[in-house]
């Protein structure tokens, strides 16, 4: 479709899961607008997952607006090349204003309050903007990365595909977000020898009592919780994700399972002097951390079965398979490495954006999505709002919020309009015709 030289009443930046949402509210609305996806439907699900990818969130999460999962495995774990399937028939269901291939390159907004969008097919403007770009812009690989060997193979993790593409030998995996921890288990079903420096990050149990873990924290209004009623909820907001995987029908992730079968776990990387790589002395804090967040939580649906007088299977708590010594966990040579996976996360990239509403870190300052420029919103982001705002689970309620918010903003400006040209002859200003209509 045309975009240069076009006007919008709302251009979307981004035409992920969010973006696609957003979309489908404003157009049951009837308002006017664009969507601009730098490349196509999925690509983020097609191009940086690894070929055994699925959800860690269950089937029946996947609730988009008009477009809720409708297949014959409500509890399982789509795959990621069925996820992108359910966003091209998601699209194909309500055929939103898309404009694949153009990348927005910047965005500023004029003294007449309209936004200028620079793009690869050129300019356009907008009255308003919703960026549903997501968090996951640039890999963060940290400059240590620099001083390990020429001949050890280095990947991000949005690059690693399967073990067969590595070179034959050890794999370093820094990170155990989800997804240090779910290519770490991928190395070692493939027979591969797995180093993995561990970080903070909890864990949750796949099931219990009965049901899934996720089911359970749903029914118990876990979900609904919105952020304001966290009393530290910038920190909420940078939190890790609890690490599990849904592969193979679901199950947990127990790294002490995995050191006795052979990996080989250390604490915080910390140094690389010439052929050695040096850890911090983490590794049972950060295994004792992720084990009490997890009994924690079996705790709260405890609790919870316990008051609502629900009938459910008793279940044992879990029982550590392995200790570390840390004296045989603070070095690695790295003459016996073949390659390195940073699991480290992504960097926010919005340099494109020239409106000055970030804070001190480079966040969007807002509240719901809402910023402090007028017109100028987000979506898609990690507890946005709620803990399912990054994710399939909570970016329709999201959407629905910012859809009232551009609707109010738009009656406004209308209202402002007219009276501004209250009592201007229709014919010097023939768009008076149309605000009266």
């Not at 359970?216 to 890790?240: P, Q």
């Not at 987000?378 to 709620?386: A, E, H, I, S």
Request: charged content about 25%; proline content about 5%.
């Amino acid at each position: 479709m045309k975009v240069a030289d076009t006007h919008h009443t709302v251009a979307v930046i981004g035409g992920g899961q969010a973006g696609l949402s957003m979309s489908w509210y404003l157009r049951e609305r009837g308002v006017d607008h664009v969507v601009l996806e730098r490349n196509s439907v999925g690509h983020e699900w097609r191009e940086r997952r690894w070929d055994s990818f699925c959800l860690v969130t269950p089937n029946w999460q996947c609730d988009l607006p008009g477009f809720a999962y409708a297949g014959d495995d409500p509890d399982g774990f789509m795959l990621g090349s069925e996820v992108v399937g359910f966003l091209e028939k998601y699209a194909a269901s309500f055929d939103p204003p898309l404009a694949e291939g153009v990348a927005v390159t910047r965005l500023r907004r004029t003294p007449a309050g309209v936004f200028e969008l620079t793009t690869s097919a050129g300019r356009c403007t907008a009255d308003q903007v919703v960026v549903a770009t997501g968090p996951y812009h640039n890999p963060a690989v940290p400059r240590i990365a620099e001083r390990l060997p020429a001949g050890i193979t280095q990947l991000h993790s949005s690059q690693y595909r399967n073990a067969d593409r590595l070179p034959e030998g050890e794999v370093l995996v820094v990170g155990t977000g989800q997804s240090g921890c779910q290519i770490a288990e991928d190395l070692h079903l493939a027979g591969r020898r797995v180093h993995l420096a561990t970080g903070s990050a909890p864990r949750a149990a796949r099931r219990y009592r009965g049901r899934d873990t996720l089911a359970w924290l749903d029914e118990m209004g876990h979900y609904a919780k919105g952020i304001d009623e966290f009393g530290d909820a910038d920190e909420v907001r940078l939190r890790a994700n609890h690490y599990m995987t849904g592969r193979d029908g679901g199950r947990d992730i127990d790294l002490r399972l995995f050191a006795k079968q052979g990996m080989r776990l250390y604490g915080r990387l910390r140094a690389i002097d010439d052929s050695t790589i040096s850890f911090g002395d983490e590794l049972s804090s950060n295994l004792d951390h992720a084990d009490a967040v997890a009994e924690g939580i079996k705790d709260a649906i405890d609790r919870y079965i316990d008051a609502t007088g629900i009938e459910a299977p008793a279940e044992a708590r879990y029982d550590p398979p392995w200790q570390p010594d840390e004296t045989e966990m603070s070095e690695l040579k790295s003459d016996n490495l073949a390659a390195v996976i940073w699991a480290t996360g992504y960097h926010r990239d919005h340099h494109w954006l020239g409106v000055p509403i970030f804070d001190g870190r480079g966040y969007p300052t807002h509240e719901r999505g809402v910023t402090s420029c007028p017109g100028l919103y987000f979506l898609g982001l990690p507890w946005q709002y709620t803990w399912g705002s990054g994710r399939f689970a909570g970016i329709s309620r999201d959407a629905h919020y910012l859809t009232t918010k551009i609707t109010q903003a738009r009656r406004l400006r209308v209202t402002e309009e007219v009276s501004w040209l209250a009592g201007t002859p229709t014919e010097t200003y023939p768009a008076l015709e149309w605000y009266a209509a």
